[in-house]
């Protein structure tokens, strides 16, 4: 099912095809930003607001831990391509305390790098498509040499968006990425290293109005804050996939990404029984945003250089003990991590005396921050896996986790002449400041054996995780720090799972459902409006709905799947500026940015001509409604996007040939996707006003200043070609 996403395809599209996942993207491929959510609960760096948990899955990539520490949050173009990628694992809610890590409320996904082999081998790739898309990859296996076996992957790609500027710009985008990993394995276990060095961006086109708005045009507005006529921009006007011109608007977007690890797994007794494991880690991320905005002429803030770090150094270690009825592991996690939430706006030729000092440093005469965040995540836990017979397993576990936070304003050293000459426009408002938070974490899980053909789990689980920082105005920099804590979730899930053979129509049929019920307690839902008013939000949330999944070979030759979930997810308590004159309740309202329903599937025919093997595929996805949030009051909305769906179509064929003594296999793949080139939106909201400069504007009616629709288009139809050896 991966490669139905398309041979470009970064980590976050290839997971739209488990059970109720959701993505939203501005892009084609992995070079870019997505959201990605789990039965509602969210992920991802993407500039999507709204999102409930927006940082509440868990990424890792060969077991260590990708998201940030201190905002929780993951950004999908660190994997950017999925070639390097071996296999995904979604788990559904935190699940048990072992591979648990900070950010489980939603669940976890663990992307699988190619793995060191016994033999030797590899692969290359090649692909060509549509916007002039291009991806070469390649890996090689040594194969074991000495007991020691390591493989290397890399690869590199370009191309552009599919919406395009009247003045001809494409957006562009690229992603380059390599990978190195060697294991040595002896009698009484084994040791690894590895390393992942990922960098990947492109320019972000303007999220567009929906519909025609007189006052938001092509042309923007002048000085004196007067729309300058020309056509509307919007989809319904300008062009559903136009974007704005290169010297109106322009952001790129980039990240760059550092992993490096050492395993080591050791059986501590003659009879392997006491198995020790470590995992030493670090990892780095650099983010740069680098924005122009012209829409309203010669601003302050109409250039933004954005350029957070984090980086984190851990140790996750311990020991499995086998004993006749049970296993026993014990261990935990120590982290330190360093965030620097660093942006400036500024404007060469506005009110400051220039933009930099004699040294080149940035001089910002609009909003700026410079702000530190220090982490320590402490957990040690406890599991016993009971097998009173064979046919039973439960699983009861606990977990003690310690979150330490300071957070320190350091404006003043990075940015010294606004800080003297335009102290109004530091974001960091509020005196440094520490919390120290912890809580206990129980959960257990059971599966039992029914028959040959019937298996049945069910589980219930509580985590913490810690609220997200960083982002202008937001927690501990306008927003006291009072309200940072810990927020919980409690998450049941029950279900069966079926596998029948060799029965008509059923040759090798897979067949899971389940039920699920989370309740997202405490959250603190802060956000900075683009106005610059910093509104805060308190909430719990209730999921609940259902995952199914389908897999059969129904005759000969032919396999079809199909993935779905069905999910109801409503804001028990939802309070804005809680304890003061403006609070507001919204209870009961949904939670935005959850599809009612979400379906995957398709079929595919397996034929072979010669010594070549042709495989045909079809597939669809469907998005059913799903509410957006109101950005102008802080609030979830009660109007609901449309549905939508893709139908795509793929042919396959491969051809085995034997070269001095090996298998080789050539490989060539049609893909495309959106064949019916349906026009959808994946992402919408309804704004403020303050985008477009609308909000509180005398020359604009008060009927067009806010409370209109913004959105980001998903991909028309596209075609690739692929071509690929291995050997």
């Not at 739209?16 to 990605?36: D, E, L, M, R």
């Not at 608007?249 to 470590?278: C, F, G, M, P, V």
């Not at 122009?292 to 851990?314: L, R």
């Not at 507001?584 to 379906?599: A, E, K, T």
Request: glycine share 12%; hydrophobic share 35%; charged share 10%.
């Amino acid at each position: 099912m991966a490669a139905a996403a398309g041979p470009v395809a970064g980590a976050a599209q290839v997971l739209q095809f488990s059970p109720g996942v959701n993505i939203n993207g501005y892009g084609n491929t992995g070079a870019t930003k997505y959201t990605v959510s789990i039965n509602g609960v969210g992920q991802g760096w993407s500039g999507f607001g709204g999102y409930t948990g927006g940082a509440s899955i868990m990424m890792t990539l060969d077991g260590v831990p990708m998201n940030n520490v201190s905002t929780g949050l993951w950004q999908s173009p660190s994997i950017p391509i999925m070639a390097m990628i071996s296999s995904t694992e979604v788990t559904y809610g935190p699940g048990t305390a072992v591979g648990r890590w900070y950010d489980n409320v939603g669940g976890q996904v663990e992307f699988t790098p190619i793995q060191p082999t016994e033999h030797s081998g590899g692969d290359l790739n090649m692909t060509y498509g549509s916007f002039s898309q291009d991806l070469l990859t390649a890996d090689y296996r040594t194969g074991n040499i000495h007991g020691w076996s390591t493989v290397i992957a890399g690869g590199v790609g370009d191309g552009n968006n599919f919406r395009m500027s009247p003045d001809g710009f494409r957006s562009p985008a690229y992603e380059y990425a390599i990978y190195g990993k060697t294991i040595k394995n002896f009698n009484s276990g084994d040791i690894s290293f590895g390393a992942w060095y990922a960098n990947a961006g492109g320019y972000r086109p303007v999220i567009i109005p929906v519909n025609a708005n007189p006052y938001v045009t092509v042309n923007g507005q002048s000085a004196t804050g007067v729309p300058i006529p020309g056509i509307p921009f919007s989809q319904a006007t300008s062009g559903f996939y136009s974007n704005l011109n290169y010297d109106t608007w322009r952001k790129n977007d980039r990240q760059s990404t550092q992993i490096a690890y050492a395993k080591q797994n050791l059986y501590l007794d003659e009879d392997k029984s006491t198995l020790l494991h470590n995992m030493l880690f670090y990892n780095a991320s650099q983010r740069i945003h680098s924005r122009y905005y012209n829409f309203f002429e010669n601003i302050n803030n109409a250039f933004e250089y954005n350029n957070p770090y984090e980086y984190d150094v851990g140790d996750l270690l311990g020991v499995t003990k086998v004993l006749p009825y049970n296993t026993v592991d014990i261990g935990g996690y120590y982290i330190s991590s360093t965030y620097v939430s660093r942006n400036a706006f500024y404007n060469p030729n506005y009110f400051l005396p220039g933009t930099t000092i004699p040294g080149g440093e940035l001089t910002p005469n609009n909003v700026y921050r410079n702000d530190l965040w220090d982490q320590t995540d402490i957990a040690i836990y406890l599991q016993d896996t009971i097998q009173p017979i064979k046919t039973l397993q439960i699983i009861p576990s606990i977990r003690y986790d310690v979150f330490h936070t300071a957070y320190s304003m350091n404006a003043q050293q990075y940015f010294p002449l606004a800080f003297e000459f335009n102290p109004q426009g530091n974001q960091g408002k509020l005196p440094n400041a520490t919390r120290n938070l912890s809580g206990i974490e129980p959960s257990i899980l059971a599966n039992w054996q029914v028959t040959q053909w019937l298996a049945l789990y069910g589980s219930y689980s509580e985590a913490f995780e810690t609220d997200t920082v960083g982002g202008g105005g937001g927690l501990f920099q306008q927003i006291p720090a009072s309200y940072y804590g810990l927020a919980l979730a409690q998450y049941g899930i029950a279900g069966a799972k079926t596998h029948f053979t060799n029965l008509p129509g059923l040759n090798n049929m897979l067949f899971g459902a389940n039920y699920f019920w989370l309740r997202f307690a405490e959250q603190a839902i802060n956000m900075v409006n683009f106005v610059g008013q910093p509104i805060t939000g308190l909430g719990t949330s209730i999921y609940q709905g259902a995952d199914f999944y389908l897999d059969d070979n129904p005759i000969k030759d032919f396999h079809l799947f199909f993935n779905g979930a069905v999910v109801n997810a409503v804001y028990k308590s939802y309070v804005v500026s809680p304890g003061t004159p403006q609070q507001v309740s919204y209870d009961g309202r949904h939670v935005p940015y959850v599809p009612s329903v979400m379906l995957s599937g398709g079929i595919y025919h397996t034929l072979q001509i010669g010594r070549a093997i042709i495989r045909p595929s079809l597939w669809f996805i469907f998005n059913g409604e799903q509410y957006v949030f109101d950005n102008e009051f802080g609030r979830p909305s009660n109007y609901a996007m449309p549905q939508w769906y893709t139908l795509n179509a793929s042919i396959n064929v491969t051809v085995p040939l034997r070269f001095f003594d090996r298998e080789r296999a050539f490989n060539f793949n049609l893909t495309l996707l959106n064949i019916t080139d349906l026009r959808y939106n994946g992402y919408e909201y309804i704004t403020s006003g303050g985008y477009y400069g609308t909000a509180g504007n005398p020359n604009v009616p008060a009927a067009f200043q806010a409370g209109y629709l913004l959105g980001y288009p998903g991909a028309p139809f596209t075609i690739y070609g692929t071509a690929s050896a291995s050997f």
